[in-house]
């Protein structure tokens, strides 16, 4: 299997534009998790989802965020208008309900908001 | 809400000495996870614990969870080089509305120099 496949890698933007970061679990995971990393924060979650129904978005920021799960291989997390607060690198994350508590990371997208 | 402190925030260590992080929290929890984070890189998981004092290895790594399950902590015997990223410890609390919700400590920041 490829992993969690996120895209983009790096997302450069003006302030009050708007971004979407995709996110492909690991084919047949139940749970989506979003997080954003700061230096600041650290490893914070933005919301999660279990076959496809958003469980907990007590973690996002904020009404310009937000995220949807139209299937099972396929999410996406929004934001709009864009702040320069925002930049931070955002990583999705799945894991298998039957298969343990593991979360398996995507490789991240990084955010920068000029 | 729900946290997990994690100290120490950084590590600095010569290469062949020992290093340990700790994680504490002030309720119960109903498992600990720890993950590994290379620079630039994404959570890896490493370990889940389950039960009470549960001791587990992984070559130099030894990862405890206290008897109250309201701590855990990381030892790396002789650090290499190769130890170099961010250990974050991840729990997930009894009294949480899904056990696939982690909450994430701070992490710690090891340097290993040569």
């Known amino acids: 299997d490829a992993g969690v496949i996120q895209s983009p890698r790096h997302e450069v933007t003006e302030m009050g534009q708007e971004v979407t970061l995709r996110c492909k679990p690991i084919s047949g995971h139940d749970y989506l998790f979003w997080y954003r990393q700061t230096m600041m924060r650290g490893l914070e979650l933005l919301i999660y989802?279990?076959?496809?129904?958003?469980?907990?978005d007590s973690g996002m920021p904020e009404d310009r965020f937000s995220a949807k799960m139209p299937n099972a291989s396929f999410s996406t997390l929004k934001i709009q208008p864009s702040e320069p607060r925002d930049s931070a690198v955002y990583f999705c994350a799945s894991l298998s309900g039957e298969g343990g508590n593991i979360q398996y990371f995507g490789a991240g997208t990084r955010l920068s908001v000029l | 809400g729900q946290q997990v402190m994690q100290i120490p925030q950084y590590q600095h260590v010569q290469e062949g000495e020992d290093f340990t992080t700790y994680c504490n929290s002030s309720?119960?929890?109903?498992?600990i996870q720890w993950y590994k984070q290379r620079p630039g890189g994404h959570p890896v998981f490493l370990i889940q614990l389950v039960k009470s004092g549960e001791v587990k290895k992984q070559k130099r790594l030894t990862f405890q969870f206290g008897e109250a399950k309201k701590n855990s902590s990381l030892h790396i015997t002789a650090t290499q080089t190769t130890d170099v990223g961010t250990y974050f410890c991840a729990a997930s609390f009894i009294s949480s509305g899904s056990a696939r919700q982690l909450t994430f400590g701070s992490g710690t920041q090891l340097t290993v120099l040569p």
């Open positions: 309720t119960t929890l109903s498992n």
């Open positions: 989802f279990n076959n496809n129904v958003p469980i907990d």
